[in-house]
């Protein structure tokens, strides 16, 4: 059963799914659809085009789906999709898309957005990302699954971090994460592979050990970085994480890729 407090104030137009719960002093826009077992608890805003999937639940004072903080946007009728299971807590910011970033922002399953988090314009989060405490994305960043973005960090624009990277709190992010990597620091540098999140999700020690021998040869001191990942690719061609990062390098990027510091152990 949908359950709407009488405070709330829910336009004409919003689709909503089975057993919806929305609390004292919601506002919803027109153009919002909530998935079944969506739960607003209270003084939730959301506006524009958005889509919020099954089983997510927003707490008081987030600001979902409103105008970019884009001097360029004019107006256009972009998206704000977000999926399933997702935890978006107090004074999360999350803005939709412009037609300079393919008119959506897009977050996935399972995501965990801490208090005062922000996702600008045109981000794409991938599943099981985490947004710790006033973690702040400017647009068109993107996010791999399972990757951690610090307390109090900043992501530059148009950033990748890769898939179960690790970002350390009160970081400025400014060029690219590998996947696995872990960075930190006023200006980030790489600190090696996520040690601590690769145990967590159940990488044997055989694999972490391999990805720790390409790591060094990848970022060693001999030859240019094309050749490294050339060695790399060769020696671990049937290795997958270790393509992943070859991969992510090799990618074309507006952002170079973020090296490792002076005390870097992988």
């Known amino acids: 059963m949908t359950d709407i407090h009488p405070s709330a104030i829910v336009a ?4 909503l799914g089975e057993d919806i719960r929305i609390g004292p002093y919601c506002v919803i826009g027109p153009n919002v659809e909530l998935g ?19 089983n997510t639940k927003v707490f008081p004072f987030a600001s979902i789906g409103h105008q970019p903080q884009d001097l360029k ?15 978006i807590r107090e004074h999360v910011t999350m803005n939709p898309g412009t037609e300079g970033g ?9 995501c965990l957005f801490m208090v005062g988090a922000h996702v600008a314009h045109d981000c794409q989060i991938d599943d099981n990302a985490i947004l710790v405490n006033n973690a702040t994305l400017a647009g068109h960043v993107e996010i791999g699954e399972w990757a951690i973005v610090g307390g109090l960090s900043a992501v530059h624009q148009f950033v990748r971090i890769g898939k179960h990277a690790m970002i350390g709190g009160m970081t400025g992010v400014e060029q690219d994460v590998i996947p696995y990597g872990s960075v930190m620091g006023n200006r980030a540098r790489l600190f090696g592979l996520n040690l601590v999140g690769l145990k967590r999700r159940d990488f044997s020690r055989d694999d972490i050990h391999e990805m720790r021998k390409a790591y060094r040869l990848i970022f060693a001191e001999e030859g240019t ?27 074309d990027s507006s952002r170079s890729i973020c090296h490792p510091g002076l005390d870097d152990a992988a």
């Open 225 to 251: 970085m094309a050749e490294r990942l050339e060695d790399v690719a060769e020696d671990f061609a049937d290795y997958k994480p270790v393509m992943e990062i070859v991969e992510f390098i090799q990618a």
């Open 36 to 54: 079944d077992g969506t739960e607003l608890i209270s003084h939730v805003s959301i506006a524009g085009r958005t889509q919020i999937g099954a």
């Open 102 to 110: 393919g008119m959506e922002t897009r977050v996935g399953n399972n």
């Open 73 to 87: 946007y004019q107006g256009e009728p972009s998206w704000l999709v977000i999926g399933c299971n997702n935890i």
């Open 12 to 15: 004409d137009g919003v689709q």
